[in-house]
């Protein structure tokens, strides 16, 4: 996808941070698109169906996190990362985010080349979330929906069918984090009563078969893959 066909909506109630933000992203040749508060974040992100949204979390009218939350449930967003901005580093505020749905998290302050790259990397993942969901290939490992086959550096890897399920749900979306609901949710379905502990015993076995590296714990939020 070229840059210039990619819209990112920043939202953040300070004027200078928008332009910041702004100004360095455009330089990039992007589509900025702005707005100064929860409410209006909700409005534009339904109106330009934006590829990214950075969004500060404490805002008045309304917040980020609430906001978030909005727009997760607009098919137009079905797709877009959500990054929040903030200075906030405490771990509620962050479980909170990612409860709401969001992608990542940027922190305040933020040098233009680090946004720059950070940007890019957020921007990556379309990639994956475009790609034939009955075949991924992701990093150096394919992953084959239909034949329940991954193949990693060329050797099959044997996986029973949840485990499979775990590992090919968290690869649709590198670098997202899927909180425990949404594991459970989307494997297991809302009508099966089973704990949290399942969820851990799994990602255990997926980490002794395919490895270390690319299994990450998010704490008191959930599990992403990275590659």
């Known amino acids: 996808m070229d840059k210039k066909d990619i819209k990112i909506l920043l939202v953040d109630d300070e004027k200078d941070i928008l332009e910041i933000l702004g100004y360095n992203l455009s330089k990039e040749g992007y589509q900025i698109i702005t707005a100064s508060n929860g409410k209006e974040a909700i ?78 990397a957020l921007l990556r993942r379309l990639n994956y979330t475009n790609e034939n969901p009955d075949v991924l290939n992701v990093g150096n490992i394919k992953i084959n929906r239909e034949e329940y086959k991954i193949i990693k550096e060329g050797l099959e890897i044997i996986l029973p069918r949840k485990e499979f399920e775990l590992f090919h749900l968290l690869a649709t979306k590198p670098g997202k984090v899927f909180t425990r609901e949404d594991i459970l949710d989307k494997i297991w379905g809302s009508n099966v009563v089973i704990g949290s502990r399942t969820i851990d015993v799994h990602i255990r076995k997926l980490r002794e078969k395919i490895g270390d590296d690319y299994l990450k714990t998010i704490k008191g939020v959930g599990y992403k893959i990275e590659f």
């Open 43 to 120: 409005v534009k992100a339904q109106a330009n169906s934006p590829h990214l949204i950075i969004m500060d979390v404490m805002m008045p009218e309304m917040d980020g996190i609430e906001a978030c939350e909005n727009i997760r449930k607009l098919p137009e967003t079905e797709n877009t990362i959500i990054t929040f901005l903030t200075a906030r580093s405490e771990d509620y505020s962050q479980v909170a985010g990612y409860n709401a749905g969001a992608d990542d998290y940027i922190a305040k302050p933020i040098k233009p080349k680090i946004l720059v790259s950070k940007v890019k």
